[in-house]
Structure formats: C-alpha cells, structure tokens
C-alpha cells in the first residue's frame, strides 16, 4: 500500500521559517520524481518545487531563492525547506510521488503565514 506521509506545516509568522516532510512507504523510491504542491481555496494546485531521483530540482518562481527541496533516498523521505515565508505562501502543501505511469499524493499539511 503506497503512503505518503506529509508533516512539519503550522502556524509562523511572515519571514520565518518552516520545513516540511514528507515519508514515503510503499513504494520503490528510486528512477522517481518527487514534488511538492500546494493549493489554496478556489485556486488550482500548482508546483512549488520537484527534485529526481539524481538530485535535479525545479522551483515555482515564486519561491526561487526562498525554499528548498532535497530528498533522503535512503529513508524515503523529501524535505522542503521555507524561508521568508510570506502570507501568499500559504497553503495546504502536498507532496506527490510520479513514477511512470503512477502517481501518488499524500493528504496535505497546512501552511499558514500570518502578516
């Protein structure tokens, strides 16, 4: 059974920081993309950030220089890392698993800036 865990979301104040996790089971976590979205009421889901299985990542322009994505093969696990955290960033932030032809998605953290 394929899980994906996230954790790490709360409440912070604008310019903090905040990182999420997200624990993968069930899966082979290899030759896989990992990624990080998030969703806002009335508001599709989009891209925050992604990383391959070699390291390779993707940011949102919007967060470029602000968070980071990095993931633990070993322990099946991908972090991102918030900084300067801004109101417009929050969210309810998913991590998915994409792995031809499967994708997996995990049941969301909230994230919540406050001015």
């Known amino acids: 059974q394929v899980q994906l865990v996230e954790s790490g979301g709360g409440l912070v104040q604008a310019g903090g920081s905040l990182r999420l996790s997200c624990a993968a089971s069930?899966?082979?976590?290899?030759?896989?993309?990992m990624g990080w979205y998030r969703q806002v009421p009335g508001k599709q889901r989009e891209l925050v950030a992604s990383?391959?299985?070699?390291?390779?990542?993707n940011y949102a322009d919007s967060v470029k220089g602000r968070f980071t994505i990095s993931r633990d093969n070993a322990k099946n696990m991908v972090y991102l890392q918030m900084n300067s955290l801004k109101p417009e960033d929050t969210a309810v932030y998913y991590c998915?698993?994409?792995?031809?032809?499967?994708?997996?998605w995990g049941q969301g953290t909230q994230v919540t800036v406050s001015s």
């Open positions: 990383i391959t299985s070699d390291g390779s990542t």
């Open positions: 069930g899966i082979i976590f290899r030759d896989n993309v």
């Open positions: 998915k698993h994409s792995q031809y032809p499967y994708v997996y």
